[in-house]
Structures are given as C-alpha cells and as structure tokens.
RNA sequence: GCCGCAGUAGCUCAGUGGUAGAGCGCACCCUUGGUAAGGGUGAGGUCGGGAGUUCAAUCCUCCCCUGCGGCACCA
C-alpha cells in the first residue's frame, strides 16, 4: 500500500508503486491532460517516476512557476534533438536553461549559419508534432561512459566520468534519441509547445575555459505561450531602439573611431550631459565632506610595482617608455631600452601618496579624498562595448582613509549618498548585495569576519535588505553590489564600495593612533556613478534618450512659424537662456511641422514655438516632448517654469 | 584574445564579373507656412585596406583592419 497525500491534505491509497500519471489520473481525467511534472515531497520529478512510499504529491501544471523553466529545458533537449538528426556526427555537450531561453553547445567543424537555425527550428516543430514520449533509465556509469564513447561522443562520456561519486547517471529517451540528463522532463515533446524561437550562434568555450576547444552555441528563446513569447520578442525590439551606440549616433551626442578603440569622443551635447553630472555629483560630494584632488596619468612602472599593479594587473595596462622617440629617418622609433612608465588604470595608489605625505593624526579620520580621475585599461578587444566597456574610463572616485571603528558609519553615510543620487537620477530600484570573502583572499579571517560584519551591520542600520553574494568579494575585502533595474527591467551595475585593507599596508600608509603608536588606516574604493562613460550610456537607455530636463544637453528649442517672429524668438531665447536654461533657436525657412518633428526626434524635452501672435503679446506656445498638445504661456512665466524644472535637484532642495 | 557574421554616400540600406543606386540628411532656389516630413535643383562614393585569379574585381579567393553577437577576461 502507498498513501499519497495532495496538496488539499486529502490521502489517496494504491496497491502499489505508482506514477505522477495515474495519481493524476484519479483525481481528474483533465488534470491528467494538464499535468507535466510532480512534486514528491516537494522535489521536482518525473510525471512517470514510480512513487513506491508514502509520500506528498503534488501535480505540476504549466500553471506552476516552475513550469517554464521545465519547457526550456526539453526545448534545449528538443534543439539537440533537431541538430543530431540534421547534422548526423555534431557531438552534443550541454544544454542548460538561462534567463529566457536556453541554450545547446555542440561540437561540429562546419559552423552553423542563419538558414541551418531555420531548418533546425523547423525539425523542432515537427518533432513536438510526432508527440514523443520521454522514458528514462539509469545507466551504469562504465557502461555510460562505454556507450558515449562507441557512439563518438566523447564530451558527455567526459560529463559523465565527471559527475560526483554515487550520483545516479540518468538517461532520458525521447522517442529514440537520448541524452545523458539530470532532468526532470516533460511527459512527451507534445508539452514544449511551440512557443520558441532560435535567436543566434556563438562559440563558446568548453566548460567555459578559453584553453579548451570552442565549441558551437546556439541559443533561443522558449515560452509558456505564442503571446509571451512575442511580447519577448518585442521587448528586444523596444532594447534595441534604446541602445545607447545607437542614440548616441542619432542624437549626436559622441562617436567612435578606429584610431582610438574603446575611447570616447564626446561631441558637446553628449559632453554637456557629462559636465551637468560632473557638477552635480561635484556638489554632493562637497556637502558630504569630500576633499578632491587631481594625480599624475603616468607614473614609473617601479611605482605599480610597489601598489602590486604591476604583478596582478599589468597585462591590463598600458605601458609607455620613458624615452624621447628617435626621429632619424630609416632609425627605430623607440631603443627597447628605456625604463617603463604606464598609464594609471585607478587612482588607488595615487591618492595613497597623498595621504601619506606629513604624518596622519587618529583625529584627521576620516579622509574621503576624491577625484574624477581619467583611468586607462587595456580591455581585450573583444569585450569592447560602446559606453558600457571602454579603455579610457572616468570614475566618481573616492577613497576614504579610515579607522576600523568608522567603517560602519562611513559605509551609512556612503549609502545614503548612493540612495540619495539614484533617487535624483530616476532609478530607484536597486537590489544590495554583500561581496564576501572568496576562496583566494589576503589577510586573517578574524578580520574578514570583522570587516564582513561591519558591512552588514551598515546595511542594516540604514533600513536595506540585502542578499550576500558568496565568496564573490575582491581578494583585499569585502564588497557592496549595486543591481539597479532600469525601466524596461534590466539589471546594470555602476557604483561600487569595496573595503581593503592590503594597499594601506602594500603602500605603507599610516597614522597614529590615541596612544601615539603608528596605525594602518582602512581604505574604502567608493563610487557613486562608477564610470562618467558607462553611468551616461545607462542613462540613455534608461530614459530611452529622452533625459530628464535637467540633464538634457539642449533643454529648449525657441523655434518660428514664420521669419516676422525672428527677432522675438531671439530675445525670448536670451531670457530663457538667463534663467540658466540650455536653449537653441531655430529659425530656419520650414515649416512648423517640420521643425516639430525634427526636434521631437532629437528628443528635446521642450520646443517653444513662437509666431506672430506670440510676439505681439510676449507669449510662447509650449510644447513638452511625447505631449500631443501645447500651452501658451506669458514668456515669463514659461521661463520661471522651465528653470525652476531645469534646476538641479540637489540645487532645487537647496532652495526648498 | 577565441568562434561566427558583417563592412557600398553623413545615416539606413539596395545592387552587379564590364569602375554604382534609393530614401533621409546636406547645399542652393521657390515657398512665410500655426504644432511630427511643402516643392524644385544639385553636390556627395578609391564600394574597409592589401595581395591574388581574370582581358576586366565593389562582386570570386587569401591575408589584415574595424564593427556586431557571443565566449573568455573584468581590482
């Protein structure tokens, strides 16, 4: 006898073993129909696994939350599947599912183009069709690895001779294909439905080690419904149309070229949007105690040596010599002798220097010294990114020279700076996360558990809930994460707070202490925006390029109907531009429509337009970006409003 | 750096083994028009760079550069 327990706490017995199919089955015959998985003690399993104890079942529908996850994994099943029978001796190696879709990676010398992912998706189809049935067995692992190896499949042979001692090899059958899994899966191929897509191919390394051979991925996307997918694949549409290369281009805010890979050339509304949050960000660090300085691009390599750069970091650096390059025709430019400078990739040991030039009180504690200081790293080519990875960067940098007993108030009081400048930015919606020490790390545990707690004792103490992150701290401390969420719910990180205490000790900084002994300070690595570069870039897609207008680079437009209004639109540009707004007029010979549409597409956050009624009696017609209607206003009050809505919002407090 | 794809006018893109096209933008002219494209004319390209095949290459082949999507990297 077996008792199953349902979820309404009613007990079902039965004679013998039986699956998550005949439970089913003796509830309901439509339940029966619905049900693509079971719960068995609240484990997720197989419908068809044989429950021979007493247990508590639960019947799994596509209506449960795991559900998707459980589609995705038989659509990566099903992309196997489909590519073994069209490609006969492509070796498949793992399939899991990611955030959502899936993706298979497959061993084969041809690679696969665009028209072979439409031939795939199209068996796919067709084998959801033929409604195959999943059967699973557990293998001997000789006997698995054997079999994958005679059958040439020699990476899930390694899989296998890999997985843990004692863990079962499970084998899934679906129809006459099958898979080294350990599932579970759906009942049949019937239950995937046909809510996927094929999105693209990638190489990707073998088990993610750039030593290893590269194999082919090829990633889609799978959903509960036709409806969900395509909202999906619109909302890739609507990132697309956000991407900040692109807009930047359209806006003509700055530009790549060749010649300069990963930097930035800013034209003046892109810099205008830098400058506006430079300022900013000037300001609130000034009213929260910062002391900012400026240090040297280039310093000699002896020097990195020391902070432990050269050793850790060097192959992200750029190297200069320190040498007047030969100008002799048919000469080398350079002797290959000279000693070695290089370019800073942060201001860390810079700001050390600074602190430690005269002797450093217990009462001088604590030191937030910042810098807007322009770093160069030598990222690898490929993982370029418009704003979002660059080679020349620009941090919000601070670092705070501190006493271990501060670290907690100073973490609170960074926080609430952090909190208050993402409010005033519009992205409210971050996720903290504590960095703990990882698995190589410097310095005794005893004051990793102090640091670690001093962390989350400030977290606390500010009001936030956090998770930790694991063994994902910086080698020299712990670390905060910032996740925001923009507004169509990606998740970016910019700020950063990481605790160390390995460069005031490397770099030998110190100060003395109430009895006069000579003390390490703790620094803490701090920025609000993180990078001016990546901060903008997801700015821009956050807001879609229509910034806010206080960080609009041109805030107004005084545009004209007709040239009788010249003179007025100027003199109401004047005024507007008094108030402290950013204004540009356009009288140029078009028509309004077309002026309207064309600053609408710059995305100008407000066009005044001015005709002759407008100059007769001193007014504006204002038209606010993404309004279908306009307002006419007295000139005056236009710009009183503009500029007070144009004030910054520190400076806008200020005033309040 | 690795795998794949791409590179034609400022932008978006078409096209062909016989040295190139559209729309937008730009310039000029006409038009002074009331809230998302008024009309006309014109300028603009070493078809990413180099080599090869060919009578002939923007097109085919090879190498390089750059961009894009991933991977790896990310103090």
Known sequence: MVAITLPDGSVRRFD??????????????????????????????????????????????????????????????????????????????????????????????????????????????????????????????????????????????????????????????????????????????????????????????????????????????????????????????????????????????????????????????????????????????DEDGYVEVKTPQLLDSVFWEKSGHWSKFRENMFVVPDEIPSTEEGKPVLSGEAGLMALKPMNCPAHVQIFKQGVKSYRDLPIRMAEFGCCHRNEAHGGLHGLLRVRQMTQDDAHIFCREDQITDETKRFLALFARVYDDMGLSDIRYKLATRPENRAGEDAVWDRAEKALADALTASGLDFDYAEGEGAFYGPKLEFHLTDAIGRTWQAGTFQLDYVLPERLDASYVDETGAKRRPVMLHRAVLGTFERFIGLLIEHYAGRLPLWLAPVQVVVATITSEADDYAKEAAALLAAKGLRVETDLRNEKINYKVREHSHAKVPAIAVVGAREADERKVSLRRLGAERQEVLDLDEAAARLGEEATPPDLRARKA
């Open 16 to 285: 013998g073993p039986v699956t998550g199919t005949d439970i089913a089955e003796s509830i309901s015959k439509s339940l029966a129909k619905k049900a693509i998985a079971m719960r068995v003690d609240g484990a997720l399993t197989d419908l068809f696994e044989p429950v021979a104890r007493d247990a508590t079942v639960e019947i799994v529908t596509r209506d449960d939350p795991q559900a998707l996850e459980l589609v995705r994994h038989d659509a990566a099943h099903l992309l196997a599947q489909a590519v073994q029978e069209l490609y006969p001796g492509t070796q498949v190696t793992i399939g899991p599912v990611i955030e959502d879709g899936f993706y298979y990676d497959f061993a084969r010398d041809e690679p696969f183009s665009s028209d072979d992912l439409e031939r795939i998706e199209t068996r796919m189809a067709e084998i959801v069709d033929e409604d195959r049935p999943t059967r699973k067995e557990v293998w001997d692992r000789e006997e698995a690895i054997r079999h994958f190896k005679k059958i040439g499949e020699t990476y899930k042979a390694e899989i296998i001779a890999d997985l843990p001692e004692g863990e079962e090899i499970k084998i899934y059958w679906h129809g006459d294909w099958h898979d080294l899994c350990r599932g579970p899966h759906l009942p049949s191929t019937k239950h995937i439905g046909k809510a996927f897509k094929l999105m693209k191919v990638a190489g990707a390394y073998w088990r993610g080690d750039h030593r290893n051979p590269m194999l082919q991925r090829i990633y889609g996307t799978a959903w509960l419904s036709e409806k969900d997918l395509k909202a999906h694949l619109q909302r890739l549409d609507e990132a697309e149309k956000r991407d900040h290369r692109r807009l930047g281009r359209e806006l003509g805010l700055f530009h790549f070229q060749p010649e300069a890979q990963g930097s930035v050339f800013w034209h003046p509304k892109g810099y205008m949007i830098w400058r506006v949050l430079e300022a900013y960000i000037r300001r609130r660090q």
